[in-house]
């Protein structure tokens, strides 16, 4: 098998900096003899490699993907609180913020799975995620105290709602685990609109198809073993779709032979420990799929996969500490599911 958009395990020490743990699903392109070859271009932005791999004539190709990295750099700069003008940061120095236009449809789309989660995907965990320093070049173990702290501090905090957010608490939003699938779903519709007839969008692995791939038709795309994130634990077949991987190999350091990764249980205020290691979801949309992964993953198995088997036209592959698959019901369809990893075994 053939991949050629590779998985790019940067992976490296246990002990990390940025990029603390950049991994990929891999889209995986078998190109046959006389099929036509994408135009791709990655870039490094969000945190994580950005693919964007398109069948196009080359001119238009490079025009249409060069304008959808521009408009996911925008985003980029909307939704994630580094930013020092960002509406985030903003709203961190207790300043009136006015939401509107993309950070509204994020943050619904996030509060959307929140409340469908029953609080497993929350949009107010940003000073915990900055206590973990996951999200920056300065990962740490917080004490006790501080994650209380800020966990009090959290159950105080009402997220704004409506249009406008007045100013005065410091609000502490991070869409880190939602604002990835938005910008994938945003430069798929500018790819689609420039004309582009099919291709992919992968922001490290939180990835949507569009068209028919030429020549097969549909798209492999490859899920990473969390055992051993340069292999594969298996390959689901689909066609137009988005699909979104929340492990916790993918981002973490280790501590005192501990490993801390960053998806935190908003319960705890500590990386989540649900008997999870990966969960993939797919979804018709990305912004969706990446808040359903993160959700899933912090509720475990049992609730995971009833919140999949109710939310209209989400599929999921969950993967346990153990190594057992877990399937929701529509994969075997329209979807396949093959497993390739060692040691893993199927379920349901
Ligand atoms: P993902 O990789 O999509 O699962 O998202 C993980 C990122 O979302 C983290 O790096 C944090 O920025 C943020 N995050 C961590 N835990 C949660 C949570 N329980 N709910 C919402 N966002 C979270
Ligand atoms: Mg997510």
Redesign the pocket.
């Known amino acids: 098998m053939m991949t050629d958009t590779a998985p790019g395990p940067a992976l490296g020490e246990p002990r990390l900096s940025l990029p603390l743990c950049i991994l990929l699903t891999a889209v995986l392109a078998l190109t046959g003899c006389g099929e036509p070859r994408p135009y791709k271009e990655t870039r490094f932005m969000m945190?994580t490699l950005v693919e964007v791999s398109v069948y196009a004539p080359e001119k238009a190709a490079v025009q249409a993907v060069s304008r959808a990295f521009d408009r996911m750099a925008q985003l980029e700069r909307v939704a994630h609180a580094g930013h020092e003008d960002s509406p985030l940061a903003r709203l961190r120095r207790g300043e009136a913020v006015v939401l509107e236009g993309d950070l509204a449809r994020i943050l619904e789309a996030?509060m959307a799975v929140?409340r469908a989660s029953s609080g497993?995907?929350?949009?107010a965990?940003?000073e915990?995620?900055d206590l973990w320093g996951?999200?920056m070049d300065r990962p740490r173990r917080p004490s006790d105290g501080e994650i209380g702290e800020a966990l009090a501090r959290k159950a105080g905090l009402a997220l704004p709602s409506g249009a406008c957010c007045p100013g005065g608490a410091p609000v502490w939003m991070?869409?880190?685990?939602?604002a990835?699938?938005y910008a994938v779903d945003m430069a798929v519709e500018l790819l689609v609109d420039a004309g582009v007839a099919s291709g992919v969008v992968n922001a490290g692995g939180?990835l949507r198809t569009f068209g028919r791939r030429p020549g097969r038709g549909i798209w492999k795309i490859g899920i990473q073993d969390p055992d051993s994130p340069q292999e594969l634990a298996g390959v689901l077949q689909v066609g137009q779709l988005s699909v979104?991987t929340?492990?916790d190999y993918?981002?973490y350091f280790e501590e005192d032979g501990v490993r801390y990764h960053?998806?935190?249980?908003?319960a705890t205020g500590y990386p989540?420990r649900s008997g999870l290691r990966s969960v993939t979801v797919l979804a018709p949309d990305c912004v969706t799929a990446?808040?359903l992964?993160?959700?899933v993953?912090?509720l475990g198995a049992e609730k995971g996969m009833k919140l999949l088997e109710g939310w209209p036209g989400a599929e999921g592959v969950l993967i346990k500490e153990d190594g057992t698959v877990l399937l929701t019901g529509g994969i075997g369809d329209g979807i396949r599911f093959e497993r390739a990893g060692k040691g893993i075994r199927d379920q349901g």
């Open positions: 945190g996030g929140a497993a995907f929350d949009p965990m940003g915990l995620v996951l999200s991070d869409l880190g685990g939602v990835k699938g939180d979104a929340s492990g993918q981002r960053h998806i935190l249980d908003p989540a990446d808040a992964a993160t959700a993953f912090v």
